[in-house]
T-cell receptor, first 112, second 116 residues
Framework: NAGVTQTPKFQVLKTGQSMTLQCAQD?????MSWYRQDPGMGLRLIHY???????DQGEVPNGYNVSRSTTEDFPLRLLSAAPSQTSVYFC???????????FGPGTRLTVT | AQTVTQSQPEMSVQEAETVTLSCTYD???????LFWYKQPPSRQMILVIR??????QNATENRFSVNFQKAAKSFSLKISDSQLGDTAMYFC?????????????FGAGTILRVKS
């Protein structure tokens, strides 16, 4: 099992550009989430999904879109990048309620 | 809304000694889960230990144990026989029981440095 994979590992964008952060898991997990990590603030939930076709907003959803067409994939789209979106982004998945969340290796995004 | 507070931004400990990291949380829920995650310099998030609030017994995993005080809403992590590989950022996290989507609320983290 590869676990949770994320691409790219690093990305630099200019303000106003759009891009998609990819996340995939091969553990057949229903629950998937996107978090951002900023210095001094821990991780904050952006969007989450409880299965294919079902997504919802987390704590900091503005400026991001998600969709979940398959169990395996959960991409995060930045519509128009802003410097405030400079952060490290983590994708996570879990099997069931209250279970361990498995995290991907993260994507470091810089918006100039 | 739930909040998680880690009051120690940085800690250091000598190799082979014991260190305790503090975590408090605020919730009106009775059933929930608590976690400690470790993030080494590689940036990978690794589960250290998990506690279910309805269980009185404190969770342990080898050299890692917790002191779960439900009434005080406290969830500290004790690391015994500290090793250089324990150097990392440690995050305390909270999840409500029955939470749609398995949403974690994280504290700001504590940087732990193990010295030789």
């Amino acid at each position: 099992n590869a676990g949770v994979t994320q691409t790219p590992k690093f990305q630099v964008l200019k303000t106003g550009q759009s891009m998609t952060l990819q996340c995939a898991q091969d553990m057949n997990h229903e629950y998937m989430s996107w978090y951002r990590q900023d210095p001094g603030m821990g991780l904050r939930l952006i969007h989450y999904s409880v299965g294919a076709g079902i997504t919802d907003q987390g704590e900091v959803p503005n400026g991001y879109n998600v969709s979940r067409s398959t169990t395996e994939d959960f991409p995060l789209r930045l519509l128009s990048a802003a410097p405030s979106q400079t952060s490290v982004y983590f994708c996570a998945s879990s099997y069931d309620e209250g279970n361990e969340q498995y995290f991907g290796p993260g994507t470091r995004l810089t918006v100039t | 809304a739930q909040t998680v507070t880690q009051s120690q931004p940085e800690m250091s400990v000598q190799e082979a000694e014991t260190v305790t990291l503090s975590c408090t949380y605020d919730t009106s829920e009775n059933n929930y889960y608590l976690f400690w995650y470790k993030q080494p310099p590689s940036r990978q998030m690794i589960l250290v230990i998990r506690q279910e609030a309805y269980k009185q017994q404190n969770a342990t995993e080898n050299r890692f144990s917790v002191n779960f005080q439900k009434a005080a809403k406290s969830f500290s992590l004790k690391i015994s026989d500290s090793q250089l590989g324990d150097t990392a950022m440690y995050f305390c996290a909270f999840m409500k029981h029955g939470e749609y989507g398995n949403k974690l609320v994280f504290g700001a983290g504590t940087i732990l440095r193990v010295k030789s």
